[in-house]
């Protein structure tokens, strides 16, 4: 019979298992994208084992689990390759920064805009929102206005290089979501922003 497996991502809590019949679990401790690993209990009825080196297994047959199996980086990716191609990409956020009172971008988002596709084309189908942002100068009709126009900036450019329009949703929130809060009339650069979340 088919061995289901579970890989558990520990630091981001995500658990992953193949739908089948299955007379067999499996749980592989695996570290995260910067390399941390957190833990994991995986009790039955009477047994309990604690995960908590990378690559560590153990399987679970009936009512117990077996002891912890250590495996290297290769056994693991050998051995859960199916259901490892199948995980999905986190989640990311990415700022774009503009100049003053418009919605011309900084120089530095350049190379921004770089990693917002190479991250689109990690995915098979991305869904990708834009939302504009504004500083707290200005009225708060102005920077709706504003912050709509530039989330709208960055989906021009998005079409432009090739990702469907039905992929963005794009908003505008003015200036009610600052990332450094500030009094009335401050003129904040980080603030102005447009915001792209892809997963």
């Known amino acids: 019979m088919k061995t289901c497996s579970v890989i558990a991502k520990i630091c981001l809590l995500v658990t992953f298992s193949l739908l089948s019949a299955c007379s067999k679990d499996t749980v592989v401790v695996l570290p995260d994208d910067d390399g941390k690993i957190g833990s994991v209990a995986v009790k039955r009825v009477w047994k309990k084992v604690e995960l908590n080196k990378a690559h560590e297994v153990t399987q679970l047959a ?5 002891e912890i199996l250590p495996m290297n980086k290769t056994e693991v990716e050998h051995t ?3 259901t490892l191609a199948a995980t999905p990409v986190p989640p990311v956020s990415l700022n774009l920064y503009f100049k003053e009172g ?4 900084m120089p530095e988002s350049s190379p921004v805009i770089e990693q917002i596709f190479k ?3 990690k995915r098979s189908v991305a869904e990708i929102t834009v939302i504009g942002h504004t500083d707290r100068v ?6 709706d206005a504003l912050a709509l ?4 900036s960055v989906l021009k450019i998005l079409v432009e290089r ?7 949703d794009a908003a505008g ?3 009610r979501e600052p990332l450094v809060a500030t009094k009335d009339e401050v003129a904040e650069p980080r603030n102005r922003r447009t915001e792209i979340n892809i997963r």
């Open 80 to 82: 859960f390759a199916e």
């Open 149 to 152: 126009k530039r989330a709208q």
């Open 102 to 105: 418009g919605t011309q971008l």
């Open 173 to 175: 929130r003015g200036e």
């Open 162 to 168: 090739g990702i469907k329009l039905e992929a963005i």
């Open 62 to 66: 009936g009512l117990a689990s077996t």
């Open 138 to 143: 200005g009225t708060v009709q102005e920077n």
């Open 119 to 121: 991250e689109i084309s």
